[in-house]
């Protein structure tokens, strides 16, 4: 079965650091993978996927993640955080994008002024 | 486009009454899902929806909660006799065909039971 793992349950960062959240997951086979991002009242967002080639995807707003198959691990990092960043950012997997994802439990990200 | 609709934003019900929540998905889009979202539990999967059909209700407790699709422009989902272990914000989404597709969803609606 498919799992999926955020270490990290908050981060802080100053704002203008760099970021890097992590996300770690189990599937036997390498699964569609993505990022989304959660405002405050909001529905989720996509942030960014991965299926195949280049190892290192772009996404909205100067965030990027790095799949390793090695490490099972698909990490999202921004180069510079802005305060408008502060969300919680959900890593999941899916087999099918038309079928159900399988959720991480969430990284909620802290911009200090 | 819209996004994906979900009314209403908030419900307040009576612990022992019936709340009925609403999805208008993307037009075009051939599946829908419903997940339950709580600080506790986190996301949550319920049901899938595909062209329609009931496809995976894993995730549905069994004896009060149901989900409909009955046409192609809206889903519902159906709790009875609600308690309050069923507050929590509930997101429906929708996407379309094909592999690596982007899942959109609504901003949800958020079920207080008192």
């Known amino acids: 079965a498919q799992s999926v793992t955020q270490p990290d349950a908050r981060v802080t960062v100053s704002e203008g650091a760099s970021l890097q959240l992590r996300c770690k997951y189990s599937?036997?086979?390498?699964?569609?993978l993505f990022w989304y991002v959660q405002y405050p009242r909001q529905g989720l967002q996509l942030l960014l996927k991965?299926?195949?080639?280049d190892p290192v995807v772009q996404g909205v707003n100067g965030f990027e993640a790095e799949f390793s198959k090695s490490n099972s691990s698909f990490h999202l990092r921004k180069a510079s955080v802005h305060w408008s960043d502060s969300a919680v950012y959900f890593c999941?997997?899916?087999?099918?994008?038309?079928?159900?994802?399988?959720w991480g439990s969430g990284t909620k990200l802290i911009i200090k002024p | 486009n819209a996004g994906v609709i979900q009314t209403p934003r908030h419900k307040v019900t009576g612990k022992g009454q019936e709340a009925t929540l609403w999805c208008e998905p993307i037009?075009?889009?051939?599946?829908v899902f419903w997940y339950r979202q709580t600080i506790v539990q986190g996301l949550e999967f319920l049901t899938y929806?595909?062209?329609?059909?009931?496809?995976?209700d894993s995730g549905m407790p069994k004896e009060r909660f149901s989900a409909q699709m009955p046409n192609q422009s809206h889903s519902t989902l159906k709790i009875q006799s609600t308690q309050p272990q069923d507050s929590a914000v509930y997101l429906c989404?929708?996407?379309?065909?094909?592999?690596?597709?982007?899942?959109?969803f609504g901003k949800g609606t958020r079920l207080t039971v008192v």
């Open positions: 989404a929708s996407s379309s065909t094909g592999g690596g597709t982007e899942v959109f």
């Open positions: 599937s036997s086979v390498t699964p569609y």
């Open positions: 999941a997997v899916s087999m099918d994008s038309n079928y159900q994802l399988i």
């Open positions: 037009s075009g889009h051939s599946a």
């Open positions: 929806f595909r062209n329609q059909a009931p496809i995976d």
């Open positions: 991965y299926y195949s080639g």
